[in-house]
């Protein structure tokens, strides 16, 4: 099995559909995007759905993972957007910040 390249391609799978609901799930109870009407004179950002195959140990596919994003790449500083955004780290990466901390006893790291 192999992930899909384009929406066509995912939407003719039940599996896919159903990552792709639970992403616009997602979005809507995290209120991650707000609807809005496009100010006159600016051009829509799009957004493509990415696919990946989460698979365990053994190679065995354990989830259908649909990501909706947006092409920010399309966007012009100071003229489209003033802000820029930052990824959030990794659950798993602070923890083990702070189980490093921990061992050194609270001193910092240089």
Known sequence: MEEPSSFEEANS???WRNA???ELNSIEENKT???TDLPNGQRPIGLKWVFKLKKDSTGKVVKHKARLVAKGYVQRQEVEFEEVFAPVARME???LILAVA???GGKCIT
């Open 93 to 95: 990466i602070v923890k």
């Open 20 to 22: 792709m609901k639970e």
């Open 33 to 35: 995007w707000e609807l």
């Open 13 to 15: 799978d039940a599996a």
């Open 102 to 104: 921990a061992q050194l």
